[in-house]
Each structure stands twice: as C-alpha cells, then as structure tokens.
C-alpha cells in the first residue's frame, strides 16, 4: 500500500508537467507469492498491454529474466536486494544489494565492539542470502556466530529457537524477518528475559509499533528524502511507511 501511495503521488504531480505522454499505474496484489506474481504479471503485460512491470520483493523479481525473454517489448524493474535478475537489456534494478546491507551491519558489529553474535533469520530468499553472508563475515572482523537459529515462514512460537540464543548469552542478537514473525520474535524474546541488545538489517522499518525495539540500530538500504516526507504527507495527511 505503501507503495501504491507514492506512485499515484508521483503520477499526480507529472500531470502538471509538459510531457509528451501520459501515463498510467496498473497494480495487482501478489502477497508476497511467486505463484501468485506469475500469475499477476502475465496478465498485466497479455491482457493489460503494460509497457513496464514493476515487480517488488527478491523471491518475486527472481522471475524478471524469464518475463524478459517472453515480453521482448516490455521494460522491467525491479525492487530487490538481487541484483542479478537485472541482466538484460531492459532490465533495471532499484533498491540496495544484500551484500551492501550485510557489509553495513559487519561494520557497525566491528565499530561497537561486539565479538559473540547471535541471529535468527527466515528461509526466504534475501533475508536467508544477506544472512548467511553476514555470517560468513562475522570471522574477518574477529566476531563469532554463537547461535544461528533459522526459521521457515510462518512460524509464531519461537520459544525453542530463542531460548537456545539465550543459552549462547551472546552480546548482539540479530532478527531477520519480515511481519509479523518480527514482531513476535521481539515481544518474545523480551517475555523470555533476553536482555541482549537487538539489531536487525532493514526489517525494522517495517514495525508497526517501532517502541518494542526502542534502542535497537540497523542499517537500511531505503530511506526517504525530506522533500519526498514533506510532499507525501501534504498529498495523504499521514507520512509515509518504509514500503
């Protein structure tokens, strides 16, 4: 929904603009599903005749080459942390690498200090590659991954993946995931007593209640200009969400 809210933002603000064209936004719900984004993008590109496909999320823009090669007028972009489903011609990425954000959160790790660290992550493809990146550096800065507690999607409990973090006492704990697994691991671990500071990379942005991880830091590849705040919250009178 984010989403959705700056681009009509923008699209309003071309009309006052002497283009040669006009253009229009077209939009399908994909949940989050690649099945369902196959399904989204051939009928925005067959029977819609959309010219772009704007796709968001690594799972899904991992079907950009294949859409390419079957909609050899159409432009694609996408929104994902893998560069690499931007190889052709008319393809185009925009969001920062998962390389990028693990780098960020090593340098933070060395700059504090931290030399036991802890994360707990989701299976899902992007948040599982910058995590275990992440883990795989953790040695070249002199730092340990003493609990490494992964999770499939849709897990709610978490108690047994947090009460071995717990048992590990490390100094930093990071949780990578998307809503609401966050959240929960969060209230949770704080239900089970675990004191250690919280950090996360990106997915602390999206908190509806950002207090449940009061003193917590991240590193984050999105991020609004004040101009951008300043127009969106004029236009829809609330500012605008991390999407």
């Not at 994360?119 to 910058?130: E, L, N, P, V």
């Not at 809503?179 to 997915?203: D, F, N, Q, V, Y």
Request: hydrophobic letters at 40%.
């Amino acid at each position: 929904q984010g989403a959705r809210e700056a681009i009509l933002l923008r699209l309003k603000e071309l009309e006052k603009e002497p283009l040669r064209y006009r253009y229009e936004a077209l939009f399908e719900d994909d949940q989050a599903k690649p099945a369902q984004t196959n399904l989204a993008a051939r009928k925005l590109l067959s029977l819609d005749s959309a010219d772009t496909l704007s796709v968001f999320g690594s799972a899904a823009t991992a079907l950009l080459p294949q859409f390419e090669s079957q909609y050899p007028k159409a432009f694609f972009l996408a929104v994902s942390a893998h560069h690499e489903v931007a190889t052709g011609k008319r393809s185009f990425v925009f969001f920062s690498s998962y390389e990028g954000l693990a780098n960020m959160a090593i340098d933070c790790v060395k700059a504090k200090g931290y030399k036991r660290v802890a994360i707990i992550y989701g299976r899902r493809r992007g948040i599982q590659d910058c995590s275990e990146l992440f883990i795989s550096k953790l040695p070249s800065i002199g730092a340990d991954a003493v609990a490494v507690a992964p999770f499939n999607p849709g897990e709610r409990d978490f108690r047994t993946e947090l009460t071995r973090i717990r048992e590990a006492a490390p100094d930093i704990l990071f949780i990578l995931s998307w809503m609401p697994e966050c959240e929960i691991i969060i209230k949770r671990a704080r239900e089970l007593g675990i004191a250690t500071p919280l950090a996360s990379m990106e997915a602390f942005n999206y908190l509806s209640d950002k207090s449940i991880a009061e003193g917590a830091w991240y590193p984050t590849g999105v991020n609004w200009t004040p101009d951008f705040e300043s127009r969106f919250t004029a236009f829809y009178n609330h500012p605008p969400t991390y999407a």
